[in-house]
Structures are given as C-alpha cells and as structure tokens.
C-alpha cells in the first residue's frame, strides 16, 4: 500500500498545492472537472521506457477509474505523430493523452529531469540505466528477469510475442518456467524488449525531442476540493511508481 507520510513529503519538499498542480496542467490546456476527483499523470518522453510500461499497468484500470467517477488526464512529451504511435501501440484512448514539445510543464510541477552529467541525452540514459543517479533501476531490470511472486502477470494467455520477426512464440511458453499466476521469470523483461522494439523500429517519430529523454514521471491524484489524495515523483528509470511490484496499487483506497 501506498505511504502517506511519503506522499506528502514531496510536496513539504516542493511546497506545490493541489491547487497549483491543477492549476499548471489547466495553462496546459487540460480541462478537468472540478465536481470530480482526478488523476494527473505526467509522462516524460513517450519514447521513453517508462511511459510505455506506466500506460500499460494503467490500462486494465481505465474502466475502474470510470466507475469510481475519477477523471484521468494524461501529458507527455512529443507531438502529434508520436501520439497516435504511441496511443496505437499501447491501446490507450487517445482522448486521455495530451502532448507537449518541451517539459516546461514538468518542470513547473519541480518533477525530477534525470541526469544530466553530460550532454547527450543518450548517455545520460545508459548511465541512469546502469543505477547512476537512478534509484532502484538495476533492482527493477533484476525483477524483469527473475519474476515476482507479488507481482501480477503481463501476457494474457496464448498471447503473441514477435521479436523483429525472428524470434516468435506464445506467451503459454512463460508457463514452462513457472505456472504461477504472479509475473513469471523473463515476462516483464520480454514486454520492456517489445516496447524498445517499438521505439528503435519508430526512432524518428518517438525521438524528435530527446533532449528530454531523461525527463521523469509524476502522479497526482486530487479530489473535488483541491486537496493533493496522493502523489508521486519518479527519481530513478522503471521507477515510474514507489510500489512497482504492483504500480496502481495506490488507486485501491479510491476505487
């Protein structure tokens, strides 16, 4: 479950309201409705790795959100192409999803950039992808391998899985390791393969911006009258949740 002395320390840090979160994404152009509660989520570069994985742990929860009358908006970095790739790729709706050339909307809600010892992106990347100034990375690339017994599964059933239309097998083949009904060894670190697949065979589409490519995640939930329910400022790559065993495990109070 989620930590609430965690949560509300990051805004004791960045001293932001609800009121000011809700007011930074509204000069965004992204009307909420303020009779509700709602999810705000700040993606950083859509070709990043963790806006990937951090739609397809929110998708099973869309209908959720629904029914609980939360609203869900969504930012991230690109622009129109890369949405609809993006939006293609992942199955989110593309209502959900609005896209911002720049990060000067993370950088008003003070989330974390990433590193920036150097600068080329690309190489900021591979040293956050090594655990450098990335906490809890080369933990989260371990759990992909070695599965989770506390972690829920990734494929479906006799799902698809296609590397660049060589390596070709059904997602039952996970069974053979381990017939759990938790994340088995190798499930997750196979769906990070497809997602970079998706990215290296679309590069010029997902990487227009990647100067913003170390650019980290934030998620805000806030209730009808302003006040901050949650929130959660990602600091290190696959860390786009601070319970990534289970990343939506926060929504259950509210659901």
Request: charged share 25%.
């Amino acid at each position: 479950m989620y930590d609430d002395k965690k949560s509300e320390s990051f805004y004791k840090v960045s001293k932001l309201t609800g009121n000011d979160v809700i007011k930074i994404f509204n000069e965004g152009l992204l009307e909420a409705d303020n009779q509700k509660k709602t999810l705000y989520i700040a993606l950083g570069l859509l070709g990043d790795f963790d806006s990937f994985e951090y739609v397809q742990a929110l998708l099973p929860y869309l209908e959720k959100l629904k029914k609980a009358n939360i609203n869900l908006m969504i930012v991230g970095i690109g622009d129109q192409e890369s949405k609809e790739y993006f939006c293609n790729y992942t199955k989110l709706p593309m209502e959900y999803l609005k896209v911002f050339n720049n990060a000067d909307l993370h950088k008003s809600l003070k989330l974390d950039r990433g590193l920036n010892l150097t600068l080329n992106p690309f190489l900021n990347l591979i040293l956050m992808c090594l655990g450098i100034k990335s906490p809890g990375t080369l933990k989260e690339v371990f759990r992909g391998y070695i599965g989770d017994k506390n972690g829920n599964r990734v494929f479906q059933d006799n799902e698809n899985i296609n590397f660049i239309n060589i390596i070709k097998f059904k997602s039952n083949l996970f069974n053979f390791i381990s017939r759990d009904e938790s994340l088995r060894p190798f499930e997750l670190a196979s769906a990070r393969l497809l997602n970079m697949q998706e990215v290296i065979s679309n590069w010029e589409i997902y990487m227009k911006n990647y100067s913003h490519l170390t650019q980290r995640t934030g998620t805000f939930l806030i209730d009808e009258y302003s006040n901050i329910l949650y929130s959660f400022s990602s600091k290190g790559l696959l860390g786009f949740s601070e319970t990534m065993t289970l990343p939506m495990d926060f929504l259950n109070k509210w659901l």
